[in-house]
């Protein structure tokens, strides 16, 4: 196998200061696409019990669509809006037309939803075409603070992020369906019980879900051209994350995006290039083995019943 | 009974007739096995796109003369879904229910072993557009007896190529840089492909006074940020984008934010695209096609090519190029069969295809198999004025007549 060159590492040292804050900043704008992919699979997963392997082609159809619509002369924001309904609306279908079937055998909704990503991939195809699509960076700007840039466009991305992380958090922790939805995961026939329509919470978190999917689609192909299979890479990220923090917890989501991201940045900087997805997978691995619940804990997951 | 008579005659003659039509129009089968899903599908698609061109226009022409008969193409497409037992199952019905003469395919270096060692022991010629297939291609392999005898490589080996588009990169670049380059970074995905790529255009790169880092990065990754910030540190004056068009058109705009070089290089990127997506950069930028551009030639048979290509409903993407490592050879394939006069006669097939040359599309020097199946011919390669996206100038540097130092040529 041919190895890298011996001399890869930084050879000017007036710039290590600058390279090392650089990766820094680098880390937080790879954890914030990251954690809004993880929030979504966090909140389906571990709150509606749905195991939905099609969420990263939801993110590629809300990605697809911004990139439509932007060709067509629409502003970006407006865009990144539409995409949101749009695929929080193709979320309430699957959610109607296929998953409120399996919500008692978590399995069948996992090999389906196997099933849609793939009809997603390729009905993307028919519509469009197999080719990489992108769109014109939407600010355009690069701030350069004492040797370090700071590309506007990933602040902004960093900024929707954290606007969406604290809407869902104070949603699911102090709000009155937040703490309903927090008790039917807990025991759901009780729930029922007290009078909680379940199922609609369900739906609701799913399309909650999808629509974050969306909004991460329309975000990610401000900063990366995406193809049909970009959902099928960037899915193992979200489950990851989702894990890493605790099933169903948004702050644990939050916390596992940063996790990655800074693994991810300070590998690809200073250890093997070449193994940077296997460094943040060792990783998972690790927090899995030791706290089996995630870093902040959550819920078990779909449970058969 | 008379009247029966003449119903017979009638339907005798109609027979006849419909015989004579079904001479004249003989099928001949050719399978093409190519990623129509998966990911390799924008490589996969343009073999499709190129096979049919060539099989309408040869039937088109009057098909292929075979000693008394005239043959049209038939194709028998079928999609390996970027899945290597997909192939596999493809090329054994091609070869066992269809029965066809040849097979055109596949897009990688692994599918495409698989596939001959099927091909291979049914006399099958296969027609595959892997430079990497170099590693297998020896003596032993394709003579008379080896598993490879019906195979053809129908892309440069890749220290021609390496050879070839290292020279036209420095050419283009060195009138545009305040000094000499001297430091080139090679940026590659690691995979088989890259890593047996990159191994050679260092050592191209190194043969022409270059002191190159080589980088590899996880296939698949879409955010380049911090291994970019790494190449920065290093100072590099090229950065080469290389192998993969995707990754390259995802990382190249991340690496204009970060300023990471003074110059770059992307492989694989046609000018086409380049212009189509509007990019621009305040540095000098060279991109290089496989083989020849279709945004940038300045044969007009490649243009004319394109036009046609296109026509027929390919998509324009960065790797729509990749077709011409295809088309020609179906008519090289069929000048063989005319001139061999039997279309169940392979090895006399390969015997003709040796010897004989042909002047194709793909480059203005007629092509050649060497004794180990492998053609020769340039790279393109494009630079694109700074802070302009479609003022291009470019190159065609013929491939060096050896392997550099270091190399083994494989």
Not at chain 1, 56 to 73: Q, S
Request: hydrophobic share 45%; charged share 15%; aromatic share 10%.
């Amino acid at each position: 196998m041919f190895r890298p060159s011996p001399s890869l590492q930084v050879r000017h040292p007036d710039l290590i200061m600058d390279i090392f804050v650089q990766q820094l900043v680098n880390s937080l704008s790879v954890a914030s696409v990251t954690i809004l992919i993880g929030i979504g699979i966090t909140l389906i997963f571990g709150l509606a019990g749905i195991v939905n392997f099609a969420h990263g082609e939801f993110l590629m159809v809300g990605g697809m669509a911004t990139w439509f619509m932007v060709g067509t002369g629409m502003n970006f924001f407006v865009a990144l809006v539409l995409a949101g309904l749009l695929v929080g609306a193709l979320g309430f279908a699957a959610e109607r037309c296929l998953f409120r079937f399996t919500l008692n055998r978590p399995m069948n909704g996992f090999i389906m939803s196997i099933g849609l990503s793939v009809i997603l991939q390729h009905a993307v195809i028919r519509v469009f075409n197999e080719f990489q699509k992108s769109i014109t960076d939407p600010v355009g700007l690069v701030w350069t603070i004492g040797g370090v840039d700071i590309i506007a466009m990933r602040a902004i991305v960093v900024a929707i992020t954290a606007v969406i992380v604290a809407i869902t958090y104070f949603g699911i922790s102090r709000s009155r369906y937040g703490m309903a939805l927090r008790a039917s995961v807990s025991d759901r026939d009780t729930a029922e019980l007290m009078g909680i329509p379940v199922r609609r919470y369900v739906t609701g978190v799913f399309i909650y879900g999808s629509l974050l999917a969306g909004i991460g689609g329309a975000l990610m192909i401000s900063l990366f051209p995406i193809t049909p299979f970009t959902g099928s890479v960037i899915i193992i990220r979200g489950f990851a994350v989702s894990l890493i923090g605790g099933l169903g917890n948004v702050g644990g989501a939050v916390v596992g995006g940063l996790v990655l991201g800074l693994v991810d940045g300070l590998s690809a900087g200073y250890g093997y290039p070449e193994w940077t997805d296997a460094y943040s997978l060792v990783v998972m691995i690790l927090i899995l083995v030791l706290r089996p619940q995630g870093l902040l804990g959550g819920t078990l997951g779909p449970k058969a019943s | 009974m008379r009247q029966l008579g003449l119903g017979l005659a009638v339907v005798a003659a109609g027979l006849a007739m419909a015989l004579q039509t079904a001479r004249a129009d003989e099928e001949l089968p050719i399978g093409v096995i190519a990623a129509q899903s998966g990911s390799f599908v924008s490589a996969g698609n343009t073999i499709v796109g190129a096979a049919n061109l060539a099989a309408q226009q040869i039937n088109d022409a009057g098909g292929i003369k075979v000693g008394d008969k005239t043959y049209k193409i038939k194709l028998y497409i079928r999609d390996n879904r970027t899945d290597v037992n997909v192939t596999i199952a493809a090329a054994r019905e091609l070869v066992n229910d269809i029965g066809v003469k040849a097979i055109w395919g596949t897009e990688t270096h692994d599918f495409s072993v698989s596939m001959a060692k099927i091909t291979g022991p049914a006399k099958v010629l296969q027609f595959s557009g892997n430079s990497s297939l170099g590693a297998v291609l020896d003596d032993k392999a394709v003579a008379e007896d080896g598993w490879l005898h019906y195979t053809f490589q129908s892309e440069p080996q890749e220290w021609q190529r390496s050879g070839s588009t290292a020279k036209g990169v420095l050419s283009l670049l060195t009138p545009q840089l305040k000094s000499p380059p001297k430091h080139s970074v090679v940026f590659v995905g690691n995979d088989a492909t890259g890593q047996y790529l990159s191994s050679h255009y260092v050592k191209a790169l190194e043969a022409e006074g270059q002191k190159v880092d080589l980088v590899q990065y996880p296939p698949d990754t879409t955010d380049f940020s911090p291994l970019l910030t790494r190449i920065k540190g290093m100072k590099p004056d090229i950065v080469h984008f290389w192998y993969n068009g995707d990754s390259t058109l995802t990382a190249f705009p991340q690496a204009l934010k970060l300023g990471v070089a003074p110059s770059y290089f992307l492989f694989g990127v046609d000018p086409g695209i380049y212009q189509e997506r509007s990019l621009k950069a305040d540095v000098p930028v060279t991109m290089s096609c496989v083989p020849v551009c279709w945004g940038s030639s300045p044969y007009p048979e490649v243009k004319q090519y394109f036009d046609k290509y296109f026509g027929l409903g390919a998509a324009k993407g960065p790797q729509s190029s990749v077709s011409l490592l295809y088309y020609d050879y179906f008519f090289w394939y069929a000048k063989a069969l005319e001139k061999v006069g039997k279309i169940d006669d392979p090895d006399a097939v390969v015997a003709e295809l040796l010897k004989s040359d042909y002047k194709g599309v793909v480059s203005p020097v007629p092509l050649v198999f060497n004794k180990h199946h492998q053609v020769t011919f340039a790279t393109e390669v494009c630079m694109v004025e700074p802070n302009t996206s479609d003022k291009f100038k470019c190159a065609v540097e013929q491939p060096p007549a050896a392997p550099p130092p270091g190399d083994n040529g494989g």
